[in-house]
């Protein structure tokens, strides 16, 4: 990893996509950005490119992030934007308790169904393998 010097030009700040998706979706930018818009057209531009950094991101990764649907046949299928935590673990190469685990200590995000089936986003799954690529 670079250094965060690396990243800053002055006044102005780099941000990778990933960066982008994370503080949109987790630190509540998405709703400010919705919520205050109009007010300061020098902000709404630059939630404008954050948005439009992270829509790039995802687009990487070939999926998108819906709603978590309800549980069906349908989830094992390669192509959903849901992992469960047996699929997680085996594209990381770990095992599904090491998932749970990650999962229980808050660093990776999981929603449960009504089933009670642990389903993951594959946004979010991309977010923790880099995390842990670069750990």
């Known amino acids: 990893m670079r250094p965060a010097e690396t990243y800053v030009f002055g006044d ?3 941000l990778h ?4 998706a994370v503080l949109l979706k987790y630190a ?12 300061d057209p020098f902000i ?12 790039a991101w995802r687009s990487s990764l070939g999926t998108s992030t819906p709603d978590p ?9 390669a192509a ?14 770990v095992s599904d308790r090491a998932i749970r685990k990650a999962i229980d200590k808050g660093r990776l995000r999981a929603t449960r169904t009504p089933a009670n089936t642990l389903l993951i986003a ?4 991309e977010h923790y393998r ?6």
């Not at 996509?17 to 982008?20: D, K, L, P, V």
Request: no cysteine; net charge neutral.
């Open 28 to 39: 509540g930018l998405e709703r400010w950005s919705l919520d205050n818009r109009g007010v």
């Open 122 to 125: 594959r946004e979010d799954f």
């Open 17 to 20: 996509g990933r960066t982008a």
């Open 69 to 77: 649907p309800e549980p069906t046949p349908d989830l094992k299928q």
């Open 44 to 55: 709404d531009m630059q939630l404008t490119a954050l948005t439009k950094a992270a829509i």
């Open 12 to 14: 102005y700040v780099i």
């Open 130 to 135: 880099a995390m842990r690529a670069n750990n």
């Open 80 to 93: 959903t934007p849901w992992l469960s935590t047996t699929q997680a673990g085996n594209l990381l190469g």
